[in-house]
């Protein structure tokens, strides 16, 4: 059983950053991968971006590859999102969650990971 607190969500303005942390109990945190997925009012959860158990691998959305980046601390049991260069459509619950996923397409899809956070709001004003 893995539990994840996520925090570190807030108001910023377009062009801001904020760095979310996702606190995972339990001893085996090593041997999950990680992802973040984040749900906007009215819209599906999407995927946002991943990572391995070993932290060698990372996968992101479009739609923020190059402004996000997602890393890991198996010594810490938490997992991070930094979000840089934030604009308004950003704005989300965003979710960590927990898998036991190795197959490198495996990491988008939100029913392949067994364990999940209550998530943390973002919002970013224009």
């Known amino acids: 059983q893995v539990q994840l607190v996520e925090s570190g969500g807030g108001l910023v303005q377009a062009g801001g950053s904020l760095r979310l942390s996702c606190a995972a109990s339990?001893?085996?945190?090593?041997?999950?991968?990680m992802g973040w997925f984040r749900q906007a009012p009215g819209k599906e959860r999407e995927f946002v971006a991943a990572?391995?158990?070993?932290?060698?691998?990372?996968y992101y959305a479009d739609s923020v590859k190059g402004r996000f980046t997602i890393s890991r601390d198996n010594a810490k049991n938490t997992v991070y999102l930094q979000m840089n260069s934030l604009k308004p459509e950003d704005t989300a619950v965003y979710y960590c969650a927990a898998g036991s996923l190795r197959q490198s397409g495996s990491y988008y899809y939100s029913e392949n990971y067994d364990y999940w956070g209550q998530g943390t709001q973002v919002t970013v004003s224009s």
């Open positions: 990572i391995s158990w070993s932290g060698g691998s990372t």
């Open positions: 339990g001893r085996t945190f090593s041997r999950y991968a």
